[in-house]
């Protein structure tokens, strides 16, 4: 069995184009969310969306007009280009077998909506190139490409793509760790990306779970979630003899509630699940746990569900958790992408991210999220956790080198 | 790697226009292959597989189709021994995510029903499947076009090297006639216009009396190549199992039932349990682009 590393990271959301950007913005407790302003929608709620455009991504990735290219793919590419980037900075080269793993919700939904409005009556009209990015595993397979084409990129021996909503990305970067563990892979890429889009931001509304106001998780008045884009990824690698990695990826689980399609259990059966075989994977007693970084939607369910959880597992220890949704928003199948990215920086630096708009506890629970800001803070482990409709939970430990 | 056994197979198809000869064109087609018996269209029905009738109305016409097929290679199984549910979509609940799609144009973004948008997801059969049975372990969606059930067989036997002593794993997909315009325009239509097609396997770590194969790998490799470069890569495959092409029963993807289709390697499987034996090889070339090799003995 080998141990796995994290070498390099990339992400970019609401909260900043780069990991750097994303550090600031939790310094200085700065939100991403805003109002929609990328695309036409009937609906008024905040969202977390990355502030380039389409046309700004396709310049910045030196991308010519030609061919389409999902917005999803393109947020992909910048993160995962980075994440490669970095670790080639910090001098490993890729070799022998390498895989890409990209979790997503959308995939390029955000294209084909646009076609189906225009053209749902007439289906031979339109230019039918526009939907060939439809499907999530064209996302990926762009991703592919445009690593392929950085220089020093080799191509990938394993490449494939999960979607189990919300928790996607999570499952990727599980995926890849346990290929690395049992040998089937020396070095992945892993991670997440989507877009926003009207199809998900009214499938959330008509659910009912859309905050009208920037969400507020754990705290007593919350009331919804707020839905958010972007992508992140992470360079696993089993190369023992990293000193510039940011930390190990120690544990993981993925188990599913089979409570309901879309709501969580009271009792926090699922996440409660998740995170204690998690700690068992990585062999880790509750108490050596420094960090939770919690799904923590701000929805009443998600959050009275996971702080059971949380009060099941750690009983009257609770160590410091947050929830990073307040900054970018609920990146959907991105979400675990974008934070296990913070996570491996928050190991790596030591800082204590807190989290935003809290004022007092849910009643019955009375736990209060970490709300500060600290660096050098010497974190040994953090739990991860990303949780998604269907039941899915899912976490992942992090651990110092 | 430990041994890896099928010990049960269920696959539910139910299309309309096939443009192959021997398949009547106007007329739909059902066929529903059980652990090596068709069940006659008759004797089907859906009631019987999901008997909670709230939830069965509910459900879109795949995801009722891939919830049905899974359940029936569960037939039997203890809940707690299932070790993991993984499952495989190319394009997903495609009605759902027309019906969601249609009412936000035609409602203007207000009160929509939330049913459609919430099947739309993809790990949705997977789901059921879990809430139905009370399975509480590993669950996993797998949607990457070609290597969409590859991947989740393959997930499927790495978890019963880690110990699993039983794992289902599926690849379903559905078309409907707007989409099967699409991908004509496309050119890549399949040869049925609308329906489902659900295909699953129960992998486990004990061969019993009811084993239907061993299956020994799954491999995948991305990328153009020669034909004479993935004949080299296949054969190395076969080698390395011990045997080669040649002697092996070869399923081919493109030539079954349903042309190009993303998970069509799922219902090739099946149907190369019923019909295979021996050394027995899947071979997917999906799109030129997604290669894969299924190598199996069926007993």
């Known amino acids: 069995m080998r141990d796995v590393y994290v070498i390099g990271a990339g992400v970019v959301s609401a909260a900043g184009s780069d990991l750097g950007s994303h550090i600031d913005s939790f310094r200085r407790r700065k939100s991403g969310l805003g109002k929609v302003s990328l695309f036409r929608t009937a609906l008024d709620v905040p969202a977390g969306e990355v502030s380039m455009s389409n046309s700004e991504l396709r310049r910045e990735l030196s991308l010519p007009g030609k061919p389409v290219i999902s ?54 009209e339109g230019d039918i190139s526009s939907i060939s990015m439809h499907d999530c595993g064209a996302s990926t397979q762009a991703i592919a490409s445009y690593l392929k084409s950085i220089a020093g990129c080799p191509g990938f021996d394993f490449i494939t793509t999960i979607s189990t909503a919300c928790s996607s990305a999570g499952n990727a970067i599980m995926l890849g760790a346990r290929m690395i563990r049992s040998g089937q892979l020396d070095y992945a890429i892993v991670g997440g990306m989507d877009s926003l889009c009207r199809f998900t931001l009214n499938g959330f509304n008509s659910l009912m779970i859309l905050d009208s106001k920037p969400c507020r998780p754990f705290d007593a008045t919350e009331a919804g979630l707020n839905l958010g884009e972007g992508a992140g990824f992470l360079i696993l690698a089993s190369d023992v003899s990293c000193r510039q990695a940011y930390c190990r990826v120690t544990g993981w689980s993925n188990v599913d509630e089979a409570f309901h399609q879309t709501g969580s259990s009271p009792e926090g059966d699922g996440p409660y699940m998740a995170m204690s075989q998690a700690l068992a994977v990585a062999g880790l007693k509750p108490s050596e746990i420094s960090f939770v970084n919690t799904h923590g939607t701000g929805t009443p369910s998600n959050d009275l569900s996971e702080s059971s959880a949380l009060i099941r597992l750690f009983q009257d220890h609770v160590p410091p958790f947050n929830s990073l949704k307040a900054y970018f928003g609920h990146t959907l199948g991105a979400s675990e992408g974008v934070e296990a990215v913070c996570c491996a920086a928050a190991v790596k630096y030591g800082i204590k991210i807190g989290s935003l708009n809290f004022s007092r506890p849910i009643p019955g629970t009375g736990l209060v999220p970490y709300t500060g800001f600290e660096e050098g803070a010497g974190i040994d482990n953090i739990i991860s956790n990303s949780f998604g409709f269907g039941g899915n939970c899912s976490s992942l430990v992090f651990s110092k080198l | 790697m430990r041994h890896c056994y099928i010990n049960g197979y269920a696959l539910i198809i139910s299309v309309d226009g096939f443009d192959s000869v021997d398949r009547d064109d106007s007329k739909a087609f059902f066929d529903c292959l059980y652990n090596g018996s068709h069940v006659p269209r008759d004797s089907f029905d859906y009631k019987k597989i999901i008997s909670d009738g709230n939830l069965r109305r509910r459900m879109g016409p795949l995801v009722k189709s891939g919830v049905a097929a899974g359940l029936l290679c ?211 070339d999906f799109c030129g682009k997604n290669h894969s090799l299924i190598l199996l003995d069926i007993l």
């Open chain 2, 74 to 284: 569960l037939d039997g199984v203890p809940s707690d021994s299932v070790g993991g549910i993984v499952t495989a979509t190319g394009l997903g609940f495609l009605s759902d995510t027309e019906r969601f799609m249609n009412d936000m144009i035609d409602r203007n973004e207000s009160m929509l029903n939330p049913s459609p948008f919430m099947q739309s997801t993809f790990n949705t059969v997977g789901s059921h499947i879990a809430m139905i049975r009370g399975i509480h372990s590993y669950n996993m969606t797998y949607v990457h076009r070609g290597f969409s059930f590859e991947s989740a067989l393959s997930d499927a036997m790495m978890l019963i090297d880690e110990g699993a002593e039983t794992v289902l794993a599926g690849g379903f997909d559905e078309m409907t006639f707007p989409v099967h315009k699409l991908l004509v325009r496309l050119g890549s239509a399949p040869k049925f216009q609308n329906g489902e097609i659900s295909g699953f396997v129960l992998l486990s770590s004990i061969r019993t009396g009811n084993t239907f194969a061993e299956l020994h790998c799954v491999k995948t490799r991305y990328g153009h190549f020669s034909e004479e470069n993935l004949e080299k890569w296949r054969s190395d495959v076969a080698l390395s199992y011990g045997t080669d092409l040649e002697s092996a029963g070869i399923f081919d993807c493109d030539s079954s039932v349903s042309g190009p289709y993303m998970t069509d390697s799922a219902s090739v499987l099946c149907n190369a349990l019923e019909k295979g034996s021996g050394k027995t090889f899947i071979r997917n």
């Open chain 1, 71 to 124: 917005r999803t793919a393109l947020l992909g590419m910048k993160a995962a280009s980075q994440a490669f980037e970095d670790a080639c900075s910090s001098g490993f080269r890729l070799k022998g077998t390498i895989g890409l793993i990209c979790g997503t919700s959308v995939g390029g939904m955000d294209i084909s909506e646009d076609f189906w409005e225009t053209h749902r009556d007439d289906l031979g």
